[in-house]
């Protein structure tokens, strides 16, 4: 949130400013004067509720829908139950798509017990034009329709539907706009993820994400700095640095910086403990971000390097720039250069055209890299992308069958690698109390692994040391030091 605005000194009978991000500003001032007559007229503030799919970068973003929900005045609720409702959508694989609409049938029900209700959606799956197409025919009772490239507008948009009854749809193709200080209202109060750059330009021939998120582009460093100092002042000690392939952050940006120096300028930053960053595309993982992570007390020993498939000829059907080979010696390197470093991955079975031999390429890969994790999906054909148009669909038992065999193989390889950690020592940073034991925390190491134990709810938030006692295949149970 940009401190030096005050939301009650805004003049709200002026014009709108044109200038981002004062314009939003002018609208959160508005939907506050909205809540306070709704408040008026119903004796208590009205309530919202905002569901995120997909990854990392949705959850930012919705946190950035939060941040001006609470500044206009709603009240934060757990479910559906709410006057406003948003659902920030995901659309990498078509179950995230059947999952929003499963929802909307639910919230259908529900806008008829509360007539006032206004249901919003935003996200990677409203940047579709055939959804947008499905929602205008037979989603009526959707509100507000918004995209990736706008969400910035959300206040504007927020405060027009409000006050309006008819379905709002803005979609916009694409933008080269990177708003800075909007009100962001964090899940955690002591870790938070940091967008560095935005979109993607690789083009894997089976995802949607670059045609949904448009084009890369990174925020300036600068910006990313300040952003982590106040985060920093405000009792962050975690940052997550996103970007679909932080590796090519920055080279665009006319004075050009790499991801390792980024790092290095993270970490000279007082207050913050852990540097983590999420993702990492093998084809351009430089030598100089290997020696960076080695040598810096704050970036976490954690690496997620998707792999997709271990076949080079699939690897090149898939646009993805490096072989079988080169992925190994990667992986290889890494290893050797940081011993401790937990590698996790993402692996596509079923891509068109992928044989039995491709298969077995990749359990090899599996196995000889040996992953600490793995999340593995089944291919999921994408309208839009080449794979889509590709011919040699692969037989859905075929590809059920190399899936499960897949599955076996990474669990098996991940409980061998989390047991390696046993009777030793770890600072783990605490994050919550566990979920079926309430006399337990659980804790996060440095290599992403969870640890439950004795300890009091106060240690919430802080980095502690624990005794690594008992492996439970993917987790541990362990006690304070
Ligand atoms: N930018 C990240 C990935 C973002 S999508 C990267 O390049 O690693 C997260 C994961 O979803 C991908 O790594 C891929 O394994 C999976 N994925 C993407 N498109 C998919 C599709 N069409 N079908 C199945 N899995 C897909
Ligand atoms: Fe998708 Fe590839 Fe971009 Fe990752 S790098 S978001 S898999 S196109
Ligand atoms: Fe999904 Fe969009 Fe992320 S498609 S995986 S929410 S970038």
Same mark, same amino acid.
């Given at each position: 949130m940009n401190p030096e605005i005050d939301l009650d000194k805004i003049d709200m009978n002026a014009e709108p400013p044109a200038e981002e991000p004062a314009r939003q500003y002018y609208f959160m001032a508005k939907c506050r004067e909205w809540v306070r007559e709704f408040e008026q007229k119903n004796g208590r503030r009205p309530t919202a509720f905002t569901q995120t799919f997909g990854c990392q970068m949705n959850a930012r973003d919705s946190e950035k829908l939060t941040g001006i929900l609470e500044q206009a005045g709603f009240i934060e609720t757990q479910n559906e139950h709410a006057d406003f409702v948003i659902y920030n959508t995901c659309t990498v694989r078509e179950n995230a798509n059947q999952k929003v609409y499963g929802h909307l049938g639910l919230l259908k029900h529900e806008k008829k017990s509360n007539p006032c209700m206004r249901i919003a959606l935003c996200g990677c799956m409203m940047q579709e034009p055939g959804v947008v197409e499905k929602l205008k025919k +037979?989603? &009526?009772?959707?509100d507000l329709v918004f995209g990736t490239h706008n969400i910035f507008k959300f206040a504007e948009l927020l405060y027009q539907t409000l006050n309006s009854k008819e379905q709002i749809i803005d979609i916009w193709e694409g933008t080269e706009q990177i708003v800075e200080d909007l009100p962001v209202e964090r899940k955690y109060s002591f870790k938070s993820g940091v967008n560095i750059m935005f979109g993607c330009n690789n083009f894997c021939s089976y995802c949607i994400v670059p045609y949904v998120r448009g084009r890369e582009r990174s925020r300036r460093p600068e910006d990313i700095i300040r952003e982590i100092e106040t985060l920093a002042a405000d009792g962050v000690s975690e940052v997550m640095l996103l970007g679909q392939n932080v590796n090519s952050y920055g080279k665009t940006l006319k004075d050009s910086i790499s991801f390792g120096e980024l790092l290095r300028r993270v970490e000279k930053i007082d207050g913050i403990a852990r540097i983590r960053f999420m993702t990492s595309h093998p084809k351009d993982l430089s030598d100089e971000l290997i020696q960076v992570m080695k040598e810096s007390?704050?970036?976490? &020993?954690?690496l997620h390097l998707p792999l997709q498939s271990g076949s080079t000829r699939i690897l090149k059907a898939m646009n993805r720039k490096y072989t079988k080979e080169q992925y190994l010696e990667l992986a290889g390197k890494i290893r050797r250069e940081i011993p401790d470093i937990s590698l996790t991955t993402d692996i596509i079975v079923g891509f068109p055209g992928e044989t039995e031999e491709d298969f077995l390429e990749t359990m090899d890969v599996v196995k000889k890299v040996c992953y600490d994790n793995a999340y593995t999906f089944i291919y999921s054909k994408r309208t839009g992308t080449p794979a889509a148009a590709m011919e040699n669909q692969v037989p859905e038992a075929e590809v059920k069958s190399r899936f499960d065999r897949l599955l076996n193989l990474v669990q098996e390889n991940a409980r061998s690698q989390t047991a390696r950690f046993a009777g030793t020592v770890q600072e783990v940073l605490i994050e919550e109390v566990n979920e079926h034991d309430p006399s337990l925390l659980t804790g996060r190491m440095s290599n992403n692994l969870l640890v439950h134990f004795p300890g009091?709810? +106060?240690?919430?938030?802080r980095i502690r040391k624990v005794k690594l006692e008992v492996c439970k295949g993917f987790y541990y149970m362990g006690t304070l030091v």
């Open positions: +037979s989603y &009526r009772f959707v007390k704050k970036v976490c &020993r954690h009091d709810v +106060s240690l919430i938030g």
